[in-house]
């Protein structure tokens, strides 16, 4: 073999050859496997005898021209440890990083799930764009909106950007976004639904419920308050609890204000065995900030009257057996789909009460944490009701200015010049 070109060795604890060569100056070492020859050998490590060494060179040679073909704008070289690389280790990589940037949550947990069920075990470079296409195809025909397959292709294709900037991997599949027009959510919570709501609620809930419903901030931030964060007139959203990454304030006025004061009554619990605690968390559960509460909030809605248990399959309504109208399939309780008002429906229903209250629009936004005016908008939505009030208002508009009496400018009369 030339010079350059790489070699071939053995080692004292293995019976096989092995091969050395470089690739963007890194040394790469690696098993020689049989390129050629019986079908079944295909892919074997080769044994160190005489007899076996062309097909080590072969190997050797294979290798060397990917490295070399990858120089000359070709394809992009995979290396033995890229080879080996799974999803299961690139999503595992993701989510050390989301929980280093305290973005790890039990949504993302619940999108990431599904994702390594489907391609956990696989090797990283054998998940093409074309396998990516027909996993969406697949997620589209059982049901789910464009919303739900983007959320969980972008975690994937976060997976494999972060390989590519730890330089695990050389390239990454093309990932289609689905087009999410027509898809925002609409809903809003009405102040008589949400005494409903709150009535069929845990109680170390309804606080956390009214407070959001006030001030329309997302859910991770309102859990993460500390007493810390309050003082006798002011909430402080700290930094690295926002979504925007910038600190924000809010004074305590009005209902919010006997709401933190419900608060700091209740910051002393009691464990089961009688010793008083102190919880440092100004929403709490027997002292431990507030989790996922989703089932809890269904159950709440689905009695109040604002939500309702589907079937998973095609979205029909269910009897009291769960058994599916449309369908005929049974389900058990805890496998049917909750559709109806969200915990998330307060960030619009809070949005739309400040402007409807003729809130400034930049004042609202910094209640409401909305970073930019187009997205605030987006969840200031104006309902048909106020379509109607805005049309009355211009009629009487119009009816009032085709009454007034117009008077007609005076026109000086010319002198002649003399």
């Known amino acids: ?26 040394e790469i070492r690696e098993l020689a496997r049989y390129r050629t020859g019986k079908k079944k050998n295909r892919g074997a490590k080769i044994l160190a005898t005489e007899e076996n060494r062309k097909a080590a060179e072969a190997f050797l040679v294979y290798q060397v021209g990917r490295v070399k073909e990858e120089k000359d704008g070709g394809r992009a070289f995979i290396g033995p440890q890229q080879a080996r690389l799974t999803i299961d280790e690139l999503l595992d990589s993701l989510e050390r990083d ?68 730890t330089k695990k991997l050389t390239s990454a599949p093309y990932i289609p976004h689905l087009s999410e027009v027509g898809n925002e959510r609409q809903g809003f919570l009405e102040t008589e639904h949400l005494d409903s709501v709150i009535q069929h609620l845990p109680e170390y809930l309804r606080d ?64 089961q065995d009688g010793q008083g ?23 709440a809605c689905c009695a109040a009257g604002v939500g309702k248990r589907v079937c998973r399959g095609c979205r029909a309504d269910v009897d009291e057996k769960h058994r599916c109208a449309e369908c005929g399939k049974e389900w058990k309780r805890e496998e049917l789909k909750y559709t109806g008002a969200l915990f998330h429906d307060f960030r619009r229903t809070a949005a739309r009460n400040l402007v409807r209250a003729g809130v400034p629009v930049p004042v609202a936004m910094k209640i409401t ?32 200015a085709a009454a007034r009496k117009v008077i007609p400018l005076k026109v000086g009369r010319r002198t002649e010049r003399a």
């Not at 019976?15 to 470089?22: K, L």
Request: proline share 3%; net charge positive.
């Open 1 to 26: 073999m030339a010079r350059g070109d790489g070699r071939i060795y053995t080692q004292p604890a293995s019976s096989y050859f092995w091969i050395s060569y470089y690739h963007n100056g890194k």
């Open 98 to 165: 989301y929980r280093q940037r305290n973005k790890w949550n039990p949504k993302v947990a619940s999108n990431v799930k599904p994702l390594r069920e489907s391609f956990g075990s696989r090797r990283a470079v054998t998940v093409t764009s074309d396998a990516i296409g027909k996993y969406i195809e697949q997620l589209r025909e059982d049901g789910y909106s464009n919303a739900t397959v983007n959320r969980r292709t972008q975690l994937l294709g976060q997976s494999f950007k972060l390989a590519l900037r």
């Open 208 to 271: 956390f419920v009214q407070c959001d419903f006030l001030i329309g901030w997302r859910k991770g931030a309102l859990e993460s308050l500390r007493w810390t964060d309050v003082t006798e007139d002011v909430i402080y959203l700290r930094a690295k609890n926002s979504k925007t990454c910038k600190p924000e304030s809010l004074p305590l006025e009005g209902e919010l204000r006997d709401i933190v004061e419900r608060r700091r009554a209740a910051a002393v619990w009691q464990s």
């Open 277 to 299: 605690h102190f919880s440092e968390y100004v929403f709490h559960d027997q002292g431990r900030p507030i989790g996922d509460f989703r089932k809890a909030w269904a159950t």
């Open 369 to 400: 944490g909305h970073r930019t005016d187009s997205m605030f908008r987006r969840y200031a939505i104006v309902n048909e009701e106020q379509k109607r009030e805005a049309l009355a208002k211009t009629q009487i508009y119009l009816a009032q």
